[in-house]
């Protein structure tokens, strides 16, 4: 069974970093490109980065260009967002989706449970 | 980037009443690359539809989805309690970015 398993969301004040984390099982981690999509409470979905599936190809929404890094380490079966100063608008639950494909950004078959992160003073 | 603006923002219909949701895109969806996704109350999305018209791997036949270019579908057919949701339509056909429609909520009425 697929899990992915979001982790190392908090509350932060503005201008902080975080490192997210998101632990894969039921899969092979590198056949596929993995993805972080937000969502602030009560709000829909926004697609924040992408990476492939050997991290050659690495992509991001203009709302976090600059700020965040999104990389993998598929012997950990791991995925991760480094996310630097953070501001209010950044404050939203963050998922961790996996995609079908493996070096394109196609659609999401497997989605997380999402870690809040919540940036406020 | 394509914009995808999904209607009616809120669908209020009766159990096994029929219901009809867009999603339109400011240009051509290369491929007809778009995905309808599910979403219930503090849960995660759901795939649904992949391709414009691709069931999703156990997902009922109730679910269909249909259109090409920049206008597309989800209908769902006799709605069950459990169908009750948002729903998301998302673009694949010129990512990056990956774009998704603001939601379609579907409320009993």
């Known amino acids: 069974e697929v899990q992915l398993v979001e982790s190392g969301g908090g509350l932060v004040q503005p201008g902080w970093s975080l490192r997210l984390s998101c632990t894969a099982s039921?899969?092979?981690?590198?056949?596929?490109?993995m993805h972080w999509v937000r969502q602030v409470p009560g709000r829909g979905l926004e697609w924040v980065s992408s990476i492939s599936w050997n991290s050659g190809s690495v992509a991001y929404a203009d709302s976090v260009k600059g700020r965040f890094t999104i990389s993998r380490d598929n012997a950990r079966n791991s995925l991760y967002l480094r996310m630097n100063s953070l501001a209010a608008e950044d404050t939203a639950l963050y998922y961790c989706?996996?995609?079908?494909?493996?070096?394109?950004?196609?659609?999401?078959?497997?989605w997380g449970l999402g870690t809040l992160v919540t940036v406020s003073s | 980037e394509s914009v995808l603006t999904q209607s009616p923002g809120t669908l209020s219909l009766f159990p096994g009443e029929r219901a009809t949701l867009s999603c339109r895109a400011s240009?051509?969806?290369?491929?007809?690359?778009l995905a309808w996704y599910q979403q219930k109350p503090g849960q995660a999305p759901r795939l649904l539809i992949y391709g414009a018209s691709n069931r999703a791997t156990g997902i009922s036949d109730r679910f269909s989805g249909s259109g090409s270019g920049t206008d597309f579908t989800l209908t769902i057919s006799r709605l069950e309690p459990e169908d009750f949701a948002v729903y998301y339509c998302?673009?694949?056909?010129?990512?990056?970015?990956?774009?998704f429609g603001q939601g379609t909520r579907l409320e009993i009425e």
């Open positions: 039921g899969f092979t981690l590198d056949d596929y490109a």
């Open positions: 998302q673009q694949y056909g010129s990512a990056p970015p990956i774009t």
């Open positions: 989706a996996k995609d079908i494909a493996r070096s394109s950004w196609r659609y999401f078959d497997h």
């Open positions: 240009q051509n969806i290369r491929n007809n690359y």
